[in-house]
């Protein structure tokens, strides 16, 4: 059974970079999409970005600007870099397996298994 | 303001059935993508309820089930449990935004 574990600082200063990696255990990170995912206190779940396991990613229009995603198939990781922070990026990130097709033309994706998720949080 | 609407709250006493709306436009639902739920328990990360619309995920009991039609889609849970209370997302894809959406969340009740 796939798992999956965040793990990285707890605390990021203002307009630093924001650095994760997830874990991926029990199953290879090759064949699939896996996700970045965000929620803020008290707030609804955001969509950050995904990336394949070879390396092609797709990010958040809104993130876009500060976001990377990068994996590492030797060490079963992928690993979310957000830079420019501000206190709006605090929250509990999650990495998630994705799994995505095609339904007559249309892209669908949803994300399974999650990750226990990890909070971090942009203060001085 | 989230791209898919949920209510804030629903609740019901045990036993009973309790359904949870998630309502889309044109660029997302009402195009043909198919949503998904998922169940958040206090304190956890999210678990995949429903996928495709309808279909559970092995595990997820009966009790709940989904539907789809137009610009919304439906959670149904029938013989409302204490282990229920939870907040419940729905997810789907955007194609004005090129992404995931996700709903703002419904904080279910057990009275």
């Known amino acids: 059974q796939v798992q999956l574990q965040e793990s990285g600082p707890g605390l990021v200063k203002p307009s630093e970079t924001l650095s994760l990696t997830c874990t991926v255990s029990?199953?290879?990170?090759?064949?699939?999409?896996w996700s970045w995912i965000r929620q803020s206190p008290g707030e609804e779940l955001e969509y950050i970005g995904n990336?394949?396991?070879?390396?092609?990613?797709d990010y958040n229009p809104s993130l876009k600007s500060r976001v990377t995603i990068s994996v590492d198939t030797s060490k079963n990781q992928f690993s979310l870099n957000l830079s420019s922070v501000t206190a709006a990026d605090t929250a509990v990130y999650y990495c998630?397996?994705?799994?995505?097709?095609?339904?007559?033309?249309?892209?669908?994706?949803?994300?399974?298994?999650w990750g226990q998720g990890t909070l971090v949080t942009v203060s001085s | 303001q989230s791209v898919l609407t949920q209510p804030p709250s629903v609740s019901g006493a045990p036993g009973q059935r309790v359904t949870i709306s998630c309502t889309g436009s044109?660029?997302?639902?009402?195009?043909?993508?198919?949503v998904h739920w998922y169940q958040q328990l206090p304190g956890t990360a999210p678990k995949l309820l429903i996928f495709?619309?309808?279909n559970r995920p092995s595990g997820v009991p009966d009790r709940f089930s989904g539907s789809k039609s137009a610009t919304s889609a439906s959670l149904a849970i029938t013989g409302l449990q204490a282990e229920d209370e939870a907040d419940y997302y729905c997810q789907s894809y955007d194609s004005s935004l090129s992404g995931s959406v996700f709903g703002g969340g419904t904080k279910l009740t057990v009275l």
């Open positions: 998630a397996r994705v799994y995505t097709y095609d339904n007559g033309g249309y892209y669908n994706n949803w994300f399974d298994p």
């Open positions: 044109s660029s997302n639902i009402g195009a043909g993508y198919d």
């Open positions: 495709g619309n309808r």
């Open positions: 029990g199953g290879s990170i090759i064949s699939y999409y």
């Open positions: 990336i394949y396991y070879s390396g092609s990613t």
